[in-house]
């Protein structure tokens, strides 16, 4: 089995900063790329920020230089710093990562179960 746990969600004045958390665990052998995602009601879900294996960053241009994306491979976690908070980043935030749990096994696509951020005065 593999889990994906965010954590650091919550509610946020405009211009306001979130750090948000997600660490992979369980049956792990390596992981490529991992992202971070969000859904606000209405709305379909949509890229926020994708960090591969070697570090390469790409992000959505509505958080271009306002968010960043970064991972800690020795913990299998990936970070998303969020500054200047706007009420449009109101969301939940689901991580993402492709995962190979075995040596022999294709890679695999896991969610975790989503973090609440509100960005509201």
Do not use: H
Not at 71 to 98: F, G, I
């Amino acid at each position: 089995q593999v889990q994906l746990v965010e954590s650091g969600g919550g509610l946020v004045q405009p211009g306001g900063s979130l750090r948000l958390s997600c660490a992979a665990s369980g049956s792990i052998f390596s992981i490529n790329a991992m992202g971070w995602y969000r859904q606000a009601p209405g709305n379909q879900r949509e890229l926020v920020a994708l960090i591969t294996s070697g570090g390469s960053t790409n992000y959505a241009d509505s958080v271009k230089g306002r968010f960043t994306i970064s991972r800690d491979n020795a913990n299998n976690t990936v970070y998303l710093q969020m500054n200047s908070l706007k009420p449009e980043d109101t969301a939940v935030y689901y991580c993402n990562a492709k995962i190979r749990r075995l040596y022999y096994s294709k890679e695999a696509y896991y969610w975790g179960q989503g973090t609440q951020v509100t960005v509201s005065s």
